[in-house]
């Protein structure tokens, strides 16, 4: 089992970054794909990226790619989100989660929310324009 707790998150002007973290608790951490996820005000959960648990492979929504980055380091127990660009739309509440899926499994990268197992208490992004 993994504990997850989000923070970096706040208010930005429009065209502004953020960097996101997500640091984990157990021993465990390496070995789990992990995304980050976002939802706004009155919508659904939204995906945002996912990264595998070695780093080696990342996924991203159409509308982040190019401006979001999602990184890992397992030395620190901590995946990251740096944000660029930032657009009023991007307000939302940020959650990261690992994907609990083990051994080959892992080879898929998932975007629905269902497939993760661990969440964080998620963090405030607020982008005003």
């Not at 991203?60 to 890992?72: E, H, L, P, Q, V």
């Not at 127990?77 to 083990?102: F, H, I, W």
């Amino acid at each position: 089992q993994v504990q997850l707790v989000e923070s970096g998150g706040g208010l930005v002007q429009a065209g502004g970054s953020l960097r996101l973290s997500c640091a984990a608790s157990g021993r465990t951490f390496s070995t789990y794909n992990m995304g980050w996820f976002r939802q706004a005000p009155g919508k659904e959960r939204e995906f945002v990226a996912a990264i595998s648990w070695n780093g080696g492979n990342t996924y991203y929504a159409d509308s982040m790619k190019g401006r979001f980055t999602i990184s890992k380091d397992n030395a620190e127990n901590t995946v990251y989100l740096q944000m660029n660009s930032l657009k009023p739309e991007d307000t939302a509440v940020y959650y990261c989660a690992a994907d609990g899926r083990r051994g080959m499994q892992r080879i898929s990268l998932r975007v629905l929310s269902r497939d993760y197992d661990y969440w964080g208490q998620g963090t405030q992004v607020t982008v005003s324009s």
